[in-house]
């Protein structure tokens, strides 16, 4: 009965505190240390302007765009990574290389026989679609393996992520198909006459439909409750196999559109390149968001703004002339802190070390207790 | 995840018959000697001297060491994804240190040893003291690696030290072995330095594992955490003890890797991580931690590099085949160990 003997606070302090605990803390405050950062180091940062592209349509350009267009693909991965990570206790460490194969399935199907058409050879709509499935049919493979023949996660993708980019290469027979239709491009750079990159409402539909998912069908609370205790979610009724399985499958669509995006921006693919290491940043993404990487409990939204982070932080870095292959080394270190300043230990040891600096606070917190 | 995964080598294992660890060893073994015989016997030219058995380890000395940390990283259930940029980092390091700042290669030795260390030392105290998840840790470690490999310098250059290059040329000939090339001479097959490397920590590992206080402690700490705390082991300090060794291995593989190549670049090694852990799940270690073998690793090792050395003497020399082939070979692995595992849990209840 410790929250009736609770002093009773008013104001702002609970909200405070309520937010401090709050999981989605993590990231934003590491968001908002970003954007402080770059307000003192050159207020510019933030300068957004309407200018007009090759084709002179309007577009708005700065480096906020830069980050929300960006950091579409890793966002809309997130999402799928979140429910992976939380119903099967691991991750998915074959999206890059999915994306490798559901890209080169939609280049396949538009481009035909052969590898530079005139026009394109299939409505997107279509390839997009045959491109889901293709991409659902590999993530239910990563699915059987985890969820029926019980192998962990990362090892039952590792499959997929040595072979990935090499069936993407088979698909095309090691082609570069190239799609000179401009319509095409529409979906990674600009719609004419819309000023905002495509990819941004891209993201944002998913974002809107998982939440809309989230709220109004059970799939969050079966896909944590399989990961907090599989085999008591099983007694409750649930069947944590299949719940697994699904993950991986909407990890598959998720992918899928991810493709699109990234086959659009170029309207070409380069197996080997395309999307490398972005599995990687995915998983970076879900940890910043403050999600156990051990699964159960998850926050979709943390993870999405962790996703954000990622993204905001590598523009910052390009911004202060760092080498594209330096860009690692510092990533490394500022992930390393985040994470540091995130870990329960660190919490305690911190807690402890305030209430020695501040013994006076801490008695009267005991005293209330 | 199998229950009776757990501490069940020796008096306890002969009681329910072979343990996980013995048979999945087993089962690895006979695969690569079924392979090999195959090989032998159908694509005979190619395998059937005993310097191409020599090059597999000549090439694959390095992940052979960088794989035996992995496993024991993975037997106390964690994971260390930051081997292979590791490699590199230690590479592009010597390379300069040889080259560049005129130093000796015992100092370069130290130096690829250090850097092991170093890596060691950080991850090992945030995964084991700070109980960061293994994979975030050494995902940074990865980066940081790969960052830095470039910041010490970002193009390949060949080493052109002169004590280096001797010791890079030293061949170390295998008595008794041998073949006779096509002038009819006597060519006596040959290993690298490197080889006696990996061959020795592969032995130290395997006694370490089987005998030592400090391996029997992997894998209770990767068995069950809770209970061995509770028979008196330091499940902080064993981890961290593991993330070091694994570490410094690589470090020392690295320092191998780089006498088998003679250059310093960022690309060297890129997915070395991947492959030590195909090449460990093979060797029948589980990720989920308690049960793995370095023989097994070392076993791994050669199945992988002889699978892709079958595909290219098939002629299927198109790129996608060597790792749509090495793919389905972890997969139809992955699938026996599963099925053997459930088949056993089964028929013990």
């Known amino acids: ?369 | 995840m199998a229950p009776n995964i757990g501490l069940k080598n020796g008096r306890l294992a002969r009681q329910g018959g072979i343990s996980d660890t013995n048979l999945l060893l087993i089962i690895t073994i006979t695969v690569f000697l079924v392979m090999y015989a195959c090989a032998v016997i159908f694509l005979g030219a190619g395998f059937r001297k005993p310097q191409a058995f020599f090059n597999i380890l000549n090439d694959n000395a390095a992940l052979i060491i960088l794989a035996c940390g992995m496993s024991v990283v993975m037997i106390t259930g964690g994971i260390d994804i930051s081997v292979g940029t590791l490699t590199a980092l230690v590479c592009m390091s010597c390379a300069v240190h040889l080259d560049y700042n005129g130093g000796s290669v015992l100092t370069a030795m130290a130096l690829a040893v250090a850097i092991g260390m170093a890596f060691g030392l950080v991850q090992g105290y945030l995964v084991a003291y700070l109980e960061i998840q293994p994979f975030i840790v050494t995902l940074a470690g990865m980066f940081f690696a790969k960052g830095m490999t470039t910041i010490v310098n970002s193009t390949q250059f060949n080493v052109e030290h002169e004590a280096f290059q001797a010791l890079k040329g030293t061949r170390i000939y295998v008595p008794g072995m041998g073949s006779i090339n096509k002038l009819g001479k006597y060519v006596p097959a040959y290993v690298e330095p490197g080889v006696i490397v990996a061959l020795l920590v592969v032995l130290l590992l395997f006694v370490l594992l089987r005998w030592g206080k400090l391996g029997r402690g992997f894998y209770a700490v990767g068995g069950n955490a809770a209970s061995a705390n509770m028979l008196g082991i330091n499940v902080r300090r064993t981890r961290f003890l593991a993330h070091l060794l694994c570490s410094t291995l690589a470090g020392i593989g690295g320092f191998v890797y780089f006498l088998h190549v003679g250059s310093g670049s960022p690309s060297h090694a890129s997915g070395a991580e991947m492959n030590a852990i195909a090449s460990s799940i093979i060797g029948g270690t589980m990720l989920s931690g308690g049960v793995g073998n370095v023989v097994g690793t070392f076993f791994g090792v050669l199945s992988l590099s002889t699978i892709k050395n079958i595909v290219s003497s098939l002629g299927l020399d198109e790129a996608w085949w060597t790792n749509i082939t090495v793919a389905a070979m972890i997969c139809l692995f992955l699938v026996i160990q599963s099925l053997v595992l459930l088949r056993k849990n089964k028929s013990k209840q």
Request: aromatic share 8%; proline share 5%.
């Open chain 1, 1 to 369: 009965m410790q929250t009736l003997n609770h002093p009773k606070q008013t104001g702002p302090v609970p909200f405070l505190r309520g937010l401090i605990r709050n999981q989605i803390f993590i990231p934003l405050a590491a968001l908002l240390i970003l954007v402080v950062f770059n307000l003192i180091a050159d207020p510019s940062f933030f300068k957004i302007t309407l200018g007009q592209n090759s084709n002179g349509d309007p577009v708005l350009s700065g480096n906020l765009i830069t980050i929300l267009n960006n950091a579409s693909e890793l966002v809309i991965l997130a999402i799928g990574m979140t429910l992976v990570t939380a119903a099967s206790g691991g991750q998915d460490i074959s999206v890059g290389a999915a994306i490798a194969i559901a890209g080169s399935v939609i280049l396949r199907v538009l481009c035909g026989e052969e590898a530079r058409p005139e026009t394109m050879q299939a409505p997107i709509i279509v390839a997009f679609l045959i491109a889901c499935v293709a991409a659902m049919g590999f993530g239910a493979f990563n699915g059987i393996l985890v969820a029926y023949f019980k192998i962990q996660p990362m090892v039952a993708t590792l499959i997929l992520y040595t072979a990935g980019r090499s069936i993407a290469a088979w698909i095309n027979n090691n082609q570069l198909p190239i799609i000179s239709d401009p319509e095409f491009g529409y979906f990674g750079n600009f719609i004419p006459g819309i000023p905002i990159p495509t990819p941004v409402f891209l993201a944002i539909a998913c974002m809107i439909v998982i939440f809309l998912v989230l709220k109004f069908t059970t799939l969050g609370l079966y896909t944590q409750a399989v990961g907090i205790n599989s085999h008591s979610s099983r007694l409750n009724g649930i069947n944590p196999a299949f719940v697994k399985f699904l993950t991986y499958v909407i990890m598959g669509l998720c992918v899928a559109v991810a493709a699109l995006i990234k086959v659009s921006r170029i309207s070409s693919i380069n197996y080997s390149v395309i999307a490398k290491d972005i599995e990687m940043d995915a998983i970076l993404a879900v940890a910043l968001g403050g999600n156990a990487l051990s699964g159960g409990k998850f926050n979709m939204a943390a993870s999405i703004l962790g996703a954000y982070v990622i993204q905001f932080l590598t523009t910052t870095l390009y911004k202060f002339n760092v080498a594209s292959d330096a860009l690692p080394a510092y990533k490394a270190v500022v992930v390393i802190i985040l994470v540091v300043m995130s870990a329960p230990v660190m919490r305690q040891k911190l807690q402890k070390l305030w209430a020695r600096l501040a013994p006076k606070k801490a008695e009267a917190v005991k005293e209330a207790k």
